[in-house]
């Protein structure tokens, strides 16, 4: 099994950095992503495993203020050059962090949106899901997506050990008395790649909810 540590991340990403820039900027955001908030009014975002910043680009763009984490600096060097170069105004709403999901822990209650998309690390997905849904707001959101273990129709296994987020993993993580589960389900991306989407709005005993 592959071992998603720093160092694997960093030989990955700095080998992408001599990828052609105009590719990168015409790469549109997770379509998961943009459906689940299409109503949700902006706020305080945090993207955990950003990658190249295709995504937290798009939240920029659309009013949110975004925390933008990667384990590789070189990922962080070029989701920030790409961000300068598509929207100067989005990218000044955008904050770089390094750091390992792995062990990282957001501030408690600090964001209005947590989203981790396709994030891959070698501990268990159930921890991982713990401690970033910690850093959700009341009345805020949490969205997970990934490689989904198995294709929904046979059954059999549809991507690598190791890559994979399973939406009963993902449901199982959080206490049911403090989230409401939202969305849940397998969907199919791009030919037989199939994907995970979980999307959660932990519960405000004041009444009050973001979307």
Known sequence: MTAFDRAYWENRWAAA???Q??????RAPSPHLVAELKDLPPG????AG???GT???WLARNGWHVTALDISPSALRIAKSLAAQTDATAAERIDWLEADLQRWTPEPGRYDLVTSLYVHTPGPVEEMVQRLAN???PGGTLIFIGHSP???MSGAESTPPGREVSVAAVVTALDPALWEIVVAEDRRRTGSAVDSVIRARQRDVTGH???
């Open 17 to 19: 950095a001599g990828e």
């Open 21 to 26: 820039a105009e590719h990168r900027v015409s």
């Open 44 to 47: 305080l975002a945090l993207d």
């Open 50 to 52: 950003c990658g190249e």
């Open 55 to 57: 995504n937290v680009i």
């Open 135 to 137: 850093g959700v707001a």
């Open 150 to 152: 198995h294709e929904p």
């Open 209 to 211: 909810t973001r979307g």
